[in-house]
């Protein structure tokens, strides 16, 4: 079964405005971490952002943001002020905490920004 | 730098033979994971290491893969008699430990295609 989902394969936005991303999970673990990368051309990934099932408060990290809503099964992130250089894929990711220490991936979504 | 290195960063070979895909983790790190990203798709998780052992070798698709770490440091992914689907980029990343928080940082990836 799809443990990541993300829906939207590709998204577009100018910059300066704020752009979000869906990502849908599947667990049945209460205990979970989310992140979320950034892969730009160069191909690197990037941590960006984390938020662990128990944390009351969603997580922010300067213009990224993590909207959180744990009984939807979602952890969507939400870029600000958008610039150009944001312009990558972002995947989604999940680690179960009980066991071991993988990361799975959506299939990510590509964001492109335009002047 | 002290980040996550690979080598090589590309690699072209023919098919049947082997290939050995180096990766340097950072500095103190106790974990280490090795991915696989096949064009248009997430990746892949192949395998982790914590320390010199690999509690989790699930993601390994088949008995031509296998992996080693040695002195709690550097890993070795060696694919046995190469196919054409074995070509992908091939991740490696690290982490401080087994704890909740648990970012993983990526190296630049090693390029493999199989001709």
């Known amino acids: 079964a799809q443990k990541i989902t993300q829906t939207q394969p590709g998204m577009f936005v100018q910059e300066k405005e704020a752009v979000t991303l869906d990502c849908t999970y599947d667990t049945s673990d209460p205990s979970y971490g989310l992140f979320w990368y950034k892969q730009p051309s160069s191909g690197e990934m990037i941590f960006l952002i984390y938020q662990g099932s128990y944390d009351q408060q969603n997580a922010t990290e300067g213009r990224y943001s993590l909207n959180f809503q744990k009984a939807r099964k979602s952890a969507n992130l939400v870029i600000s002020a958008s610039q150009l250089g944001d312009s990558a894929m972002y995947f989604c990711?999940?680690?179960?905490?009980?066991?071991?220490?993988?990361?799975?991936f959506g299939t990510g979504t590509r964001l492109l920004v335009s002047p | 730098g002290a980040g996550v290195s690979q080598s090589p960063s590309n690699k072209v070979t023919e098919k049947g033979k082997d290939v050995e895909l180096r990766c340097d983790p950072i500095?103190?790190?106790?974990?280490l994971y090795w991915y696989r990203q096949s064009l248009g798709q997430g990746l892949e998780f192949l395998i982790y290491?914590?320390?010199?052992?690999?509690?989790?070798k699930s993601g390994l698709p088949s008995d031509r893969f296998s992996a080693e770490r040695t002195g709690g440091s550097v890993s070795t992914l060696t694919i046995q008699r190469t196919q054409q689907e074995d070509s992908a980029v091939y991740l490696c990343a690290s982490s401080q430990d087994g704890s909740n928080y648990n970012e993983q940082f990526f190296g630049p990836g090693t390029r493999l295609t199989v001709l």
């Open positions: 500095s103190g790190h106790t974990a």
């Open positions: 290491f914590q320390g010199n052992s690999a509690p989790d």
């Open positions: 990711a999940m680690r179960e905490v009980p066991g071991f220490q993988k990361l799975v």
